[in-house]
């Protein structure tokens, strides 16, 4: 491993050295990234928020232990690189995970970073420490981790309780940087201190966020921004324009729905925009524990009632994909093929056949045309999402279900699902890392805090387990292959579409490359630079 890992980090200096020669490469210091925000978030504390509108502007006030790199569009195992660790490697029965850490580091209060800030850090999401989160999202990512011992202030081991192979994946997403040992989770919601590129100035709820160059990080030519500010601008048209008229140099990232990008290049013709898989899915939240729909059948007729094309064409310009769990291939590396996807129960094209069995058995239930069953119908108070909702009320209503609109502020909305307030509501699952162990783990598995309807299945979380030891990548996928069959013969939050869209910039930031199998890695942005 050790080995690989100095090729990997020779390679990397090598590409670094050839772009340094090529002037056209020539990156600029200073500058402020304006960014068009489409939300506020409800705090700054990356560990206690389940949306990139905290996530994303505070990445780069943060460090990881291991990060993908920044630059390439698929994230994987093979594209993780060292950042806060200096290296890393297994033990023989792999289920002790060592690194070692990078010395001289300073938190932006001037404190040493040290091995006790990491231990401190699992410590607060396994929930063995002193401290508590408020909300704890990423916890059941980490339920095999026994402990994280310290070796001195420069090398830290993480003990599985069994082998998992997939655990530098989750440790090199966004969601997982270390945090200082000596400032309260309550004061990280506010003011969060971290080791980064940048660091934080302010955040005024619904109007900006603002990050300074960190002039003591440990890259000492980075970043080469003197700062980002992200003004929230929750109308699409009016952040659009924004965009069009200068005020903001870019969108934030992976926002732009796909039917508005003809609008945009007619105003602005030299904007980049990229489009790209989000790793989201849109998916139907039933409440399993509330009556009716603790029912199996009335749940198994909602899910035949989607039209997953329609969703597609009318949202996005036919710009999505229709799947299960896992993100789809190509930019899906763990997804069952479409052939494969399509002979899951509901999900093909044959749309008139099972809405005809699904009002069979709401029939069978005691509904109709003369007796509909009202019911509200829970989403964010977010454009695209609001629209999406309104597509699927008009669908259900084919089966006799009368959906009534519920927007819910996007603050408060990630609380509220975990808390299992409402009965059905229209998602989107957002996965941070391509990978099983992340997906299953987190919103599949029985007691997951963050699992939106409380699905359990023994069986299930058993396969879960099975895969996630597994080390042979093609017989890791079949055995994922088998998850997403019985989740979906299972009613399990039946999943609409995978969604795309779109990020737009101007031509002068460079740097920026778009993920294609994760929104949530690529916020660093201490390559970004302004051409201007």
């Known amino acids: 491993m050790k080995r690989d890992l100095r090729v990997l980090v020779a390679a990397a200096a090598c590409l670094t050295a050839l772009a340094a020669a090529d002037p056209t490469l020539a990156q600029r210091q200073g500058g402020i990234l304006k960014i068009g925000q489409f939300d506020s978030p409800a705090s700054m504390s990356i560990h206690e928020e389940s949306s990139n509108t905290a996530e994303g502007p505070m990445m780069g006030v943060f460090n990881n232990l291991v990060l993908y790199d920044q630059h390439l569009a698929q994230n994987s ?27 001289g580091v300073k938190w932006h209060d001037g404190k040493p970073f040290t091995a006790k800030d990491v231990r401190c850090t699992w410590d607060l999401l396994t929930g063995k420490g002193n401290e508590k989160l ?9 339920r095999n981790l026994e402990e994280v011992t310290t070796s001195g202030d420069y090398e830290v081991t993480f003990h599985l309780q069994r082998p998992q192979p997939a655990l530098l994946a989750l440790l090199a997403s966004g969601w997982a940087p270390v945090y200082p040992c000596h400032i309260s989770p309550r004061d990280m919601r506010s003011h969060p201190i971290g080791t980064g590129p940048f660091k934080f100035v302010e955040f005024k709820p619904n109007e900006v966020i603002r990050v300074t160059r960190n002039q003591q990080y440990w890259k000492p030519d980075r970043p080469y921004l003197d700062g ?59 409440n399993r524990m509330r009556p009716p729909f603790d029912n199996r059948d009335l749940r198994r007729a909602m899910a035949l009632s989607l039209d997953r094309k329609a969703f597609i064409d009318i949202l996005a310009d036919g710009q999505g994909d229709i799947g299960a769990v896992m993100m789809p291939p190509p930019e899906g590396r763990w997804g069952m093929p479409q052939n494969m996807a399509e002979t899951l129960p509901g999900y093909g094209p044959e749309v008139d056949k099972n809405r005809a069995e699904a009002r069979q058995i709401m029939q069978a239930l005691g509904y109709g045309p003369d007796k509909r069953l009202v019911v509200k119908v829970s989403t964010r108070n977010v454009g695209p999402i609001v629209e999406s909702t309104v597509v699927l009320i008009d669908q259900l209503k084919k089966i006799y279900i009368e959906g009534e609109l519920e927007p819910v502020d996007n603050a408060l909305w990630f609380a509220k699902v975990m808390r299992h307030d409402y009965a059905i509501a229209h998602s989107a699952t957002f996965k941070a890392v391509d990978d099983p162990d992340q997906v299953f783990y987190e919103t599949y598995a029985c007691g997951a805090e963050n699992n939106p309807d409380g699905y359990c299945n023994p069986e299930i979380a058993k396969l879960i387990d099975r895969q996630s030891v597994e080390s042979d990548e093609q017989a890791r996928k079949q055995l994922v292959w088998e998850i997403e069959q019985r989740l979906a013969e299972d009613g399990a939050r039946p999943i609409i579409y995978h969604t795309r869209t779109a990020t737009c910039r101007q031509p002068y930031v460079k740097g920026f490359t778009s993920m294609v199998n994760s929104v949530y890695n690529g916020w660093r942005f201490e390559d970004l630079w302004l051409d201007k």
């Open 134 to 142: 408020r909300l704890n999202p990423r916890k059941p990512w980490y």
């Open 77 to 103: 195992l093979q594209s993780i690189r060292p950042d806060l660790a200096t290296d890393w490697s297994w033990d023989e029965d792999r289920t002790g995970l060592t690194f070692h850490l990078r010395e």
């Open 228 to 286: 980002i500010e992200y003004s929230i601008i929750k109308n699409v048209s009016t952040r659009l324009l924004a965009l069009a008229s200068g005020q903001i140099d870019m969108v934030q990232p992976y926002s732009v729905q796909v039917p508005l990008l003809k609008d945009i290049k007619a105003q602005m013709p030299q904007a980049i925009c990229e489009v790209v898989p989000q790793n989201i899915y849109r998916d139907l939240l039933i």
